[in-house]
């Protein structure tokens, strides 16, 4: 299984992106069975999770981008996406996407760099 996120860049304070993270090499029946998530990393900074699609539907949002940002997920695409709104100068960071499976193993995306310029 490969994740590959892609959609960052360099964006205006208060301008929007939308992530993307396309799991590969796994069957439609193992995508909708498996937590998908968004986390990030700004420099000197520990990596953080920012948003959960649970495979029950729930969703969960940290409460540092709750209002801003949006996850969902694809799942005939077998993609994921993060709708990022009103962004920040705080939100710099490189955005990785996670899939956690029902067997517990895991993979990441490569990262994508977001910046955002006050």
């Known amino acids: 299984v490969q994740l590959q996120a892609s959609g960052g860049g360099l964006v205006q304070a208060g301008g929007s992106l939308r992530l993307s993270c396309k799991v590969s090499?796994?069957?439609?029946?193992?995508?909708?069975?498996?937590?998908i998530s968004w986390h990030r990393q700004a420099p000197g900074k520990e990596r953080e999770l920012v948003a959960t699609?649970?495979?029950?539907?729930?969703?969960m949002i940290a409460e540092s981008v709750k209002g801003r940002f949006t996850i969902s997920r694809d799942n005939g695409k077998k993609t994921m996406y993060l709708s990022m709104n009103n962004l920040e100068p705080e939100d710099t960071a490189v955005y990785y996407c996670?899939?956690?499976?029902?067997?517990?193993?895991?993979?990441w995306g490569q990262g994508t760099q977001v910046t955002v310029s006050s």
């Open positions: 996670n899939a956690r499976f029902m067997s517990g193993a895991e993979s």
């Open positions: 090499r796994a069957i439609l029946s193992t995508f909708v069975t498996t937590d």
């Open positions: 699609s649970y495979s029950s539907g729930r969703t």
